[in-house]
Nanobody
């Protein structure tokens, strides 16, 4: 069964850090592009970051560049999102997902996804 399971969300103060994890099962993560998108109440879905399988190239939303880092651990079949200097506007449910056609500029749109997890809530608040 192909599955993605996120973990690591929680409550953090502004300026703090969190590391999200995404465990894959039923397929080899290294063979596919994979990414993180987020959904906040009343806001549009945003593609946070994506990493290609072919060359390991990474993409980030402008809103998180310089603060978030995506990575993969092929031995553990897992992906991570290190989030530093968190802001209240980063509050959202974060999902890991596998896009159908790589890390395009619309990779995170529902119709372009093959698999996604149940999400993990990140709340940035004092």
């Amino acid at each position: 069964q192909v599955q993605l399971v996120e973990s690591g969300g929680g409550l953090v103060q502004p300026g703090g850090s969190l590391r999200l994890s995404c465990a894959a099962s039923g397929f080899t993560l290294d063979y596919y592009p994979i990414g993180w998108f987020r959904q906040a109440p009343g806001k549009e879905r945003e593609g946070v970051s994506c990493i290609n399988s072919s060359d390991g190239s990474t993409y980030y939303a402008d809103s998180v560049k310089g603060r978030f880092t995506i990575s993969r651990d092929n031995a553990k079949n897992a992906m991570y999102l290190q989030m530093n200097s968190l802001k209240p506007e980063d509050t959202a449910v974060y999902y890991c997902a596998r896009p159908t056609r790589g890390c395009t500029d619309t990779w995170y749109i529902h119709g372009n996804l093959e698999v996604w997890g149940q999400g993990t809530l990140v709340t940035v608040s004092s």
